[in-house]
């Protein structure tokens, strides 16, 4: 019996295909700093628990395929914050932002249709791309110019008749990038121009430094029905095993095709959903000093990456990753050793490789992705042993 084809060309998660190595790791005694997944380590807000607490319904029951009123409102309310004005029926709630994404490519898109994205990018947009029969077409962009967009010519030269979408991240997850107003404005014109959706994953809206400020793409004049946002509360809330996401767009038709999309899988978590409006309603208590918690962080890496030989490290000005370029010739190989051949004082340090970060072959061999979401003495202690590393590193 054959796999199908969808099967054989979902790939493997770049940030999860190590985990054999390093539970191996563990086994023998080996202290492991996770820099390779962004599963942050700051406590969930108690509302959420306490909300959760509270649910006493007698039966667990389906809930509303598009999620439950309550969440909607606060979500409503949330973008109304940000000042984004939206309506109840413009936003449902899906299970996790994965799934938002995955929505917003089946009603976009047919099989072998073509969507837009500039590498490096999270790398599961690959696994969404399989699963909905669409190629992505990848514009790389450079560490050296700190991952910025090309111009609109350049941008422009990789559409063709199979072109439906254009798929951001801002802030980026992987490259820590925040788009400019300007370069949001490019995108809407190119949308526009060139009759295409813009997707934009958002998930990362707070996570902004140095006095910048987010675009979202709901702002953009002029391309109304065709911009679709995802988000999720994973990172915002601490809450990444909620699986709570939603999706949003003032595209009535596309908002009715992802209903449906919902309805086929029934409704998205009901209790984690009450957990989710009591954080939106307590976004202030916590939201700030988080972010301040990060940026010292993201301080604290850039600072002990940065005195690292060979090391090219571009500041994050968003999220809580950096793509990073390393001195070695295959940094899979490096992350591999790093668990099974490698430790100082009974610890090592776990990376993510960031050729799955890419579409374009052989793209990214010698970079990583860092997620900074260690206490900050761990974090330099981290990034000592990396640095530690790769002066041991035979190749």
Known sequence: MDVSRRGVMMPASPIRKLAPLADEAKKAGIKIYHLNIGQPDIPTPTEFFEAVHRFTEPVLAYGPSGGIVQLRLAVVDYLASCGIDIDLDEVWITTGGSEAVLFAFWATTDPDDEVIVFEPFYTNYNGFAA???????????????????????????????????????????????????????????????????????????????????????????????????????????????????????????????????????????TVEQYGAVACFKNMPRFMKPMIVTYDRRRKALIEELSAIPGVVAPTPEGAFYTVVRLPVDDTERFAAWLLTDFSKDKKTVMVAPAAGFYASPDAGRNEVRIAYVLKEAALRDAIALLAQALKDYPS
């Not at 707070?206 to 979202?216: P, Q, V």
């Open 131 to 269: 699963a909905a029969g669409v190629r992505l077409v990848p514009i790389k962009l450079s560490v050296e110019q700190g991952f910025r967009l090309p111009t609109q010519k350049e941008i422009e030269k990789h559409i063709s008749r199979k072109t439906k979408a254009i798929l951001i991240c801002t802030p980026n997850n992987p490259t820590g990038t925040v788009l400019t107003k300007e370069e949001m404005f490019v995108l809407a014109k190119i949308a526009k121009k060139n009759n295409l959706y813009l997707i934009s994953d958002e998930v990362y809206r707070e996570f902004i430094y140095d006095g910048r400020e987010h675009t979202s793409a709901l702002t953009l004049p002029g391309v109304e029905d065709r911009v679709i946002v995802t988000d999720s509360i994973s990172k915002r809330f601490s809450a990444c095993g909620a699986r709570i996401g939603f999706v949003v767009s003032r595209n009535r038709e596309l908002m009715g095709a992802m209903l449906k999309f919902a309805q086929a899988r029934l409704c998205p978590p």
